[in-house]
C-alpha cells in the first residue's frame, strides 16, 4: 500500500494485484474521523518471550481503532516517535512500551512523514500543507507552506542542518529551516511523484520516484540528478542510507529490494517470497538493512550481499508500513493495519557508536561584529549513541549574544548542552552567536563526548576547532 489511500492522496494501482484494504482502510479513516477520542494509555503489549531471540517480535497495540501509524523514527530524548494518520495525532513510545499521545489542534491535519531534527525537537509533515515540530515535551509548532505548494509526505534531516521533505502531488522537493524558512525546488518531469528522502554520508540527499520510476538526487545548493530504474513501474518507494556506502530501496510494485552507488549503478534483488509488496527500509545496527512486506504481514532483511531473511508478523492484515532502528538497538515499526507498533529482536553485539563534531565559523569577521558559530554532532555508527555532552570553548572576552537553550554554561568556562540520544545516522546542529572582541584571531573548539560503552573509546569523543581573524 502505499500509506496515501489514508492521506489523500491518489492510489496507484499498476498492478492488478494491488488488495482490496486499500479502500477498506480509506473507509475506516472516514468512520474514524467522525468520532475522535482522546486516548492516554495503550492496553498490555502482546507479552515477550521471557528470554528473546534475535527475529522475536513484540507488539503494543494502540488505544484507538483506526490510529493508522505511519512514519517512526527515534527521537533525541531516546524515545521512538510515530505518526497516527487516523487520529491526528503524534505519538511516542518508550523501548519498554510505555505510550504518550499529542493532538494536533484543528480538524484538517494528517500527520505521516516524520524524522528527528537538528534542532532536539522531532519535525513532522501534515498533508493540510503544513510542516510541523514537537519538543519532546509536547509542544507543538507548524508552518504553512506556500499556497502553491504541494502536499509534504517524506521528511527527514539535511546534510546542512535543515528540514527536507518530499511534495506529492506537487512534483517538488522542499527545505525548510529550522526558524522556518522554507524553499522548493521543483523536479525535472511532471507526474514523478516524489516519495521518500534521505541523507548519505556524501552529503547530498537521495529520493525516490515512486511514478517517475527514477532515483534523485539534489544537493544541499538545489541541484537535481536523477537515475531511471531498469525495469519500468517497478514503483521506487522508501530510501534508506546502507551500511555499505550506498543507498538502498523498496520497489513496491516490483517486489524487489534495490540498491544504487553513489556514482547511480543500480543493482536489484528479486524478493523470494514473490508478490510481498516491499514497503519501508531502514539500516539496523547489525549490518544489514531489514525491510516491511505488506501484503504477507511480514519483516524481511537483505545482507548487503544480497541475501534475504524472512520474519512473519503474528497477525493477519497488519499491513507492516514503516520501520526504523531503535534507540535499544532492535528494529521499530508501524503496522497501518493492524492499529500496532511492534519490535523486532535483532543480536547486534556491544553497542558501537562513532561521533563525529564540526565546527564552522566565517573565517574573518570586524572587530566588535556578532557572528555565529555552529557545531555539527554526527551520529556515523551503526547504533545509538545515549547521554551526548556537546560543548563549545571560547576564550575570555568573546561574548555570548544568543545560544541554544539548555547550555549549562557560558565563557570563559565551555557552553554544554546534554542530548539523552543521538540514532544511527542522525545528526545535531548547535548555533552559537558572539561578539568578536578586539584581539587578532579567535580560537574555539568544539567537542563530543557519549557514554555508550564502546571497546574503541575513540569512537564516542571527538574535537574540532576553528580560527576566526579579526579585521
Known amino acids: 500500500m502505499s500509506p496515501r489511500a489514508l492521506c489523500g492522496s491518489p492510489p496507484r494501482t499498476t498492478r492488478s494485484r494491488r488488495p482490496s484494504w486499500t479502500f477498506q482502510l480509506a473507509a475506516a479513516l472516514l468512520l474514524t474521523l467522525i468520532s475522535l477520542p482522546v486516548a492516554s494509555a495503550a492496553p498490555a503489549p502482546t507479552p515477550a518471550p521471557a528470554r528473546a531471540d534475535v527475529g522475536d517480535i513484540t507488539e503494543y497495540p494502540l488505544p484507538t481503532a483506526g490510529s493508522f501509524p505511519g512514519e517512526i523514527t527515534t527521537g533525541s530524548d531516546g524515545n521512538l516517535w510515530f505518526t497516527e494518520v487516523g487520529i491526528r495525532k503524534i505519538a511516542r513510545i518508550t523501548p519498554t512500551g510505555a505510550l504518550t499521545e499529542y493532538q494536533l489542534p484543528g480538524d484538517d491535519h494528517s500527520p505521516f512523514g516524520i524524522a528527528a531534527g537538528p534542532d532536539g525537537k522531532v519535525w513532522f509533515t501534515d498533508i493540510s500543507r503544513r510542516i510541523g515540530n514537537i519538543t519532546t515535551a509536547g509542544l507543538i509548532t507548524e508552518y504553512d507552506l506556500p499556497a502553491d505548494s504541494g502536499t509534504p509526505f517524506a521528511i527527514t534531516t539535511g546534510p546542512d542542518g535543515n528540514l527536507w521533505f518530499t511534495e506529492d502531488p506537487g512534483d517538488r522537493i522542499g527545505k525548510i529551516t529550522p526558524s522556518g524558512k522554507i524553499t522548493e525546488y521543483p523536479l525535472p518531469h511532471p507526474g514523478s511523484a516524489p516519495e521518500s528522502i534521505v541523507t548519505k554520508p556524501d552529503g547530498n540527499l537521495w529520493f525516490t520516484e515512486i511514478s517517475g520510476n527514477r532515483i534523485g538526487k539534489i544537493t544541499p545548493k538545489g541541484k537535481i540528478t536523477e537515475y531511471p530504474l531498469p525495469n519500468a513501474d517497478s514503483g521506487p518507494d522508501v530510501i534508506t542510507a546502507g551500511p555499505d556506502g550506498n543507498v538502498w530501496f523498496t520497489e513496491l510494485f516490483a517486489d524487489r529490494i534495490g540498491k544504487i552507488t553513489p556514482?547511480?549503478?543500480?543493482?536489484?534483488?528479486?524478493?523470494?517470497?514473490?508478490?510481498?509488496?516491499?514497503?519501508?527500509?531502514?539500516a539496523g545496527p547489525d549490518g544489514n538493512l531489514w525491510f516491511t512486506e505488506q501484503l504477507t504481514d511480514g519483516i524481511g532483511r537483505i545482507t548487503p550481499d544480497g541475501d534475504?531473511?524472512?520474519?512473519?508478523?503474528?497477525?493477519?492484515?497488519?499491513?507492516?508500513?514503516?520501520?526504523?532502528?531503535?534507540?535499544?538497538?532492535?528494529?521499530?515499526?508501524?503496522?497501518?493495519?493492524?492499529?500496532?507498533?511492534?519490535?523486532?529482536?535483532?543480536?547486534?553485539?556491544?553497542?558501537?557508536a562513532d561521533l563525529a563534531v564540526h565546527l564552522s565559523a566565517p573565517s574573518s569577521v570586524r572587530r566588535g561584529a556578532e557572528y555565529t558559530y555552529a557545531v555539527t554532532v554526527t551520529n556515523k555508527g551503526p547504533f545509538a549513541a545515549a547521554d551526548l555532552a556537546v560543548t563549545l570553548t571560547l576564550p575570555r572576552g568573546v561574548a555570548v549574544t544568543e545560544a541554544p537553550p539548555g547550555a549549562d554554561r557560558r565563557t570563559p568556562t565551555p557552553l554544554t548542552w546534554h542530548v539523552d540520544a543521538l540514532g544511527a545516522g542522525q545528526l545535531r546542529v548547535f548555533h552559537v552567536t558572539v561578539r568578536a572582541d578586539q584581539r587578532p584571531a579567535i580560537i574555539a573548539k568544539a567537542a563530543v563526548t557519549s557514554r555508550t560503552p564502546d571497546r574503541n573509546r575513540r569512537n564516542n569523543t571527538d574535537t574540532a576547532t576553528t580560527r576566526v581573524f579579526g579585521r
Open 263 to 282: 556514482k547511480g549503478k543500480i543493482t536489484e534483488y528479486p524478493l523470494p517470497a514473490g508478490s510481498s509488496g516491499p514497503d519501508g527500509i531502514a
Open 308 to 352: 534475504f531473511a524472512r520474519y512473519p508478523l503474528p497477525n493477519a492484515g497488519s499491513l507492516p508500513v514503516r520501520i526504523t532502528a531503535g534507540p535499544d538497538a532492535n528494529m521499530w515499526f508501524t503496522e497501518i493495519g493492524g492499529d500496532r507498533v511492534g519490535r523486532l529482536e535483532l543480536d547486534a553485539g556491544p553497542p558501537r
